[in-house]
């Protein structure tokens, strides 16, 4: 049986969306899964600026493979946090890629997204 498979599936659908937001630059198809007390100091220039740096860094996304989970950090805004993580390939460089996400009024919203280089 998959650990948190039905959580995992949700943080699928959400990277694979984040992905392509990142790709075509699109701000709002990157956030639209974010709670919004999450983005309270991420505007739409410093993920345009993100974005950039990441091409530069690591070039065009290609695949990745999932590792696996992890409870998140305990906190009263996200008490029941999980957070992804996989393996990312890169055209020039390799990363690791965090999806956190928690449920609130019954919804589940990401909290995190994170690439580590």
Do not use: Q
């Not at 959580?7 to 659908?13: L, N």
């Not at 696996?68 to 390939?89: D, M, Q, Y």
């Amino acid at each position: 049986m998959k650990e948190h498979a039905k959580e995992r599936d949700i943080a699928e659908k959400y990277l694979n969306d984040m992905l392509e937001a990142d790709r075509t630059g699109d701000y709002e198809g990157f956030i639209k899964y974010f709670d919004k007390v999450d983005l309270e100091d991420f505007d739409e220039g410093i993920f345009l600026n993100d974005v950039e740096l990441m091409r530069e860094e690591l070039g065009a996304y290609k695949e990745r493979f999932y590792l696996g989970s992890l409870n998140g950090f305990k906190t009263e805004k996200h008490p029941n946090c999980l957070r992804f993580v996989w393996r990312a390939i890169y055209e020039k460089n390799e990363a690791l890629i965090t999806v956190g996400i928690h449920e609130k009024n019954g919804v589940r919203l990401v909290n995190e997204n994170v690439v580590s280089k």
